[in-house]
């Protein structure tokens, strides 16, 4: 099963280093955005393909 889906998030303080994860399957994409949301304050979460 291919991923469509895609995380990127970084915090406004470190402009540098931005964490960026592509290809995920939907159930990955569902607990790492939650994580995401929690731990950084830009998120975006997207579909592709």
């Known amino acids: 099963m291919g991923g469509r889906?895609?995380?990127?998030a970084r915090n406004l303080n470190d402009k540098c280093w931005i964490i960026c994860d592509y290809n995920l399957s939907l159930l990955s994409f569902i607990f790492k955005g939650?994580?995401?949301?929690?731990?950084?304050?830009?998120v975006e979460l997207g579909k592709h393909g």
Do not use: A, G, M
Request: neutral net charge; aromatic residues 24%.
């Open 5 to 8: 889906w895609s995380i990127c």
């Open 34 to 42: 939650i994580y995401c949301l929690i731990k950084y304050e830009v």
